[in-house]
């Protein structure tokens, strides 16, 4: 089992950058895909990156490609999301979560097995 906690999220001006962390506990961690999810009040949630269990993959939805960048420290249980020129549509609670699936990096939140309580962040125009 792997619990997650993620922190980072807060109030940032339009064009600043914040880093969202996900700490996990547990000594399986590196046997999971850890994603990236955010869900904006009244929206769906949607997948926001995901890296694979080695860190040698990552994955972007089209809308952060370019601006946002996830990356992984296993001898610490971390994953990072660098969040750069940040728009007020980034405005959402994220999520990360673990997916035990460790062939393919997956988009469906109904994949993942472990997610944590989420971090609010809050983009000003």
């Known amino acids: 089992q792997v619990q997650l906690v993620e922190s980072g999220g807060g109030l940032v001006q339009a064009g600043g950058s914040l880093r969202l962390s996900c700490a996990a506990s547990?000594?399986?961690?590196?046997?999971?895909?850890i994603g990236w999810f955010r869900q904006a009040p009244g929206k769906e949630r949607e997948f926001v990156s995901a890296i694979m269990w080695s860190g040698r993959s990552t994955y972007y939805a089209d809308s952060v490609k370019g601006r946002f960048t996830i990356s992984r420290d296993n001898a610490k249980n971390t994953v990072s999301l660098q969040m750069n020129s940040l728009k007020p549509d980034d405005t959402a609670v994220y999520y990360c979560?673990?997916?035990?699936?460790?062939?393919?990096?997956?988009?469906?939140?109904?994949?993942?097995?472990?997610w944590g309580q989420g971090t609010q962040v809050t983009v000003s125009s």
């Open positions: 979560a673990a997916d035990h699936n460790l062939n393919i990096l997956l988009r469906s939140g109904g994949e993942y097995d472990y």
């Open positions: 547990g000594r399986t961690f590196s046997l999971y895909n």
